[in-house]
T-cell receptor, first 112, second 117 residues
Framework: DGGITQSPKYLFRKEGQNVTLSCEQN?????MYWYRQDPGQGLRLIYY???????QKGDIAEGYSVSREKKESFPLTVTSAQKNPTAFYLC???????????FGPGTRLLVL | DQQVKQNSPSLSVQEGRISILNCDYT??????FLWYKKYPAEGPTFLIS?????DKNEDGRFTVFLNKSAKHLSLHIVPSQPGDSAVYFC????????????????FGKGTHLIIQP
């Protein structure tokens, strides 16, 4: 089945620790995105990538980093510089820029 | 400044009746609009979209209406069913680079639809 997978479903981070959230898609989509959702809020764009080896900052990129070495993978690292990392993180992909985005199941990140 | 606004945080509708969810936008460069449905702790699911060259798009029980002059769109669900209870997000996108800010979709804050038996 084609789709987007995110792992893990839940992730715990200790103070000062970097953690990496995985996102994989087998839809052959060029563009991939990371969003963050906080309670009562819409989705806010962290980073996006239109093509392999290229990525751009979104509205709230501070404290996060990404890489896009393969078309099907777009991992997100939450660094220790992100002071409020507790949130629900959603990965999405689209055939190309500005097209309909399809979302993965999400990863909930909690701070210990 | 919110470019996509969903002014009703929640909406309660009786099963079998029509649900109408509203969305307003301010950026005149937006010309592609989408609705997503989201259950708690899951990713949003794409429901229906509309391009600015149309004023209506229908898919089964879901119809989206676009009023460009008013910068307003709405999602109609007829008839409403218990499984429709979820948070609905409106999203918008330019089809060309509009300059400044981040790319991708711009989302509203969502409306929690509750279908009552």
């Amino acid at each position: 089945d084609g789709g987007i997978t995110q792992s893990p479903k839940y992730l715990f981070r200790k103070e000062g620790q970097n953690v990496t959230l995985s996102c994989e898609q087998n839809l052959n989509h060029d563009a991939m995105y990371w969003y963050r959702q906080d309670p009562g809020q819409g989705l806010r764009l962290i980073y996006y990538s239109q093509i392999v080896n290229d990525f751009q900052k979104g509205d709230i990129a501070e404290g996060y980093s990404v890489s896009r070495e393969k078309k099907e993978s777009f991992p997100l690292t939450v660094t220790s510089a992100q002071k409020n990392p507790t949130a629900f993180y959603l990965c999405a992909s689209s055939p190309y820029r500005w097209e309909t985005q399809y979302f993965g199941p999400g990863t909930r990140l909690l701070v210990l | 400044d919110q470019q996509v606004k969903q002014n009703s945080p929640s909406l309660s509708v009786q099963e079998g009746r029509i649900s109408i969810l509203n969305c307003d936008y301010t950026n005149s460069m937006f010309d592609y609009f989408l609705w997503y449905k989201k259950y708690p702790a899951e990713g949003p699911t794409f429901l229906i979209s509309i391009s600015s060259i149309k004023d209506k798009n229908e898919d089964g029980r879901f119809t989206v209406f676009l009023n460009k002059s008013a910068k307003h769109l709405s999602l109609h669900i007829v008839p409403s069913q218990p499984g429709d209870s979820a948070v609905y997000f409106c999203a918008a996108s330019p089809r060309e680079w509009s300059g400044g800010g981040a790319d991708g979709l711009t989302f509203g804050k969502g409306t929690h639809l509750i279908i009552q038996p």
